[in-house]
């Protein structure tokens, strides 16, 4: 019974990360509603945090306990879907919403989840990005839309045309061929792991002085790394 419990740790784990997924999602439609001590939006950010943290986990556990699946595997992508694909583009659904009053520019939102599932289903048959990526990974994706909600609420709305064309440019950088590192720690070699030690320094800095917003910027910082490095390499 002990190793029948134990094989489903790790996807224990991942459905943890699909329902706090689904939590962020409900919570996107009350997006400027108060709930409790926060507003709606606030709570959506949370459970996408939330959802990142099981995300880490879930792989962490199944390599702990040797136990990689390909459902597993399945898995752990529909449920990413769900938490950094749905959930932020619902969230940018309803924050446009709702200084838009019903426009269908809101739609373009949903720009988040079609490149989403297409990056995941992109690189799930690609036997390339094991240690590396290609293209913007798609929690990296929901951490830059919590940080352009939060600017959102706490300054002014952009306007239509900026919101759009990030929309676009940013879901398009997740199907690219932009070589990106791994934000994942094999080991805590500084020499090994600098990069990845320099966009939590970053992100330390950015959240400290601009708050959640911040995560905006540390993914912007992020994706400038990675061009830079590959263009060093060149």
Known sequence: MFKRIKTQIPNSITCLNLLSGCMACIMSFSCNEQIGALFGY???FIFIGAAALF???DGAAARLLHLYSLIGKELDSLADLISFGLAPALLMYNTMDSYNDGSWLS??????????ALRLAKFNVDELQTTSFRGLPI???ALFWIGICSWIHTHQYPGNTILIILLLGVSFLMITNLPMF???FKNFDWKENFKRYAIIIAAILFVLTTGIAGFAWTICFYIIISVMTRTREE
């Open 42 to 44: 606030q709570w959506a």
């Open 55 to 57: 995300d880490f986990c």
């Open 107 to 116: 739609y373009f939102a949903l720009a988040i989840v079609v490149f989403g």
């Open 139 to 141: 929690p990296a994706n």
């Open 182 to 184: 791994s934000l994942k």
